[in-house]
């Protein structure tokens, strides 16, 4: 079995710019993740990210990954299911079974898409439900739609969906849309969205597809409203299954907690991006790279204090 100085788990932002740092570091390392990209790549339109003006997530972390992948650094697509602290290091086993030694480990696993959590959410994803429009939303088209949320997720998605869809309803829970201006100005501009405040969805309704759904405004009751597709975009929250493997301090949410060095609580494990509880948790592309450097650097001090 190949022996790594790291492993760096995830594929998102923070896990290839981590990569990028530890290659000019010499380090030797090995990326592991499912998804290539993470949950950037579900973001059809990204105008902060410095030198790019305008670009779709894809894109983004298709050019990240070429930069990763011209390094000659190996990206191994399949999932960790099992990691434990060994004396030396780390010992990783993917679904695949393969089995993985490092000395060090950097935890980037991103989050996943809330649900809604009411009935029938699991019966129609697929059939009406969706919690992505870049992979979804062709099969709206010309159709009427709703998005569910008042954040920049939820903006980016109705802007997506108005190119496609005949119509976008945007239901939100509070009555001031909030996040990025930029994206509020353009809602509030589009003539095919239509927010809806003060609402919560409350019942889906369809027989083998979602066909209506039940709105819920505590003041002014219930309204039905016939749609065909349902987009959830209500945030995001972090897989805690090797952050509960390795028994890692996190907040309530579940959260991984690090310090300015991106280390967790247990020795030689760091965690950078949306995982963790750094930059105050502005999830953002950028901050996820500068916590992926910052993680890479004092990997790098750490291989170097123990050789
Ligand atoms: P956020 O956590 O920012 O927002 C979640 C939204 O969903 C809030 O409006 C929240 O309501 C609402 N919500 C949460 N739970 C429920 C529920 N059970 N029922 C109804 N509504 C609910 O998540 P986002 O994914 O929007 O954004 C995460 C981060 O990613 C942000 O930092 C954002 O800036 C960034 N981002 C940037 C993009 C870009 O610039 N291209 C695109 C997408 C994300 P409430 O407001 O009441 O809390």
Redesign the pocket.
Known sequence: MKEYDLTIIGTGPAAYTASIYASRYKLEHIIIGEKLGGLATE?D????FPSEEEIS?IDLMKKIETQVKNLGINILNDKIIDIKKIKDGFYSITKNEKKIKSKAILLATGTK??R??INNENKFIGRGVSYCATCDALFYQNKNVAV?????????TSLYLSKIAKKVYQ????DK????PT?IEQIKKNKKIEVIYNN??QKLIGNNFLEEIILENPYQGNQSLKIDGLFI????TPDGLLTDKLKLDQDKQGYIKVNDNQETSLHGVWAAG?VTTASN????IVTACSEGAIAAENIFNFIQRNQ
Not at 177 to 180: A, F, N, P, T
Not at 233 to 236: L, V
């Open positions: 973001t339109k990204i105008c902060n997530g898409s809330r809604l959590e569910i949320g008042g954040s920049d997720s939820a903006q980016v239901i939100y829970r509070k849309l909030r996040g990025d994206w919560n969805v975009k209500i945030g995001s949306d948790k502005f999830k953002q």
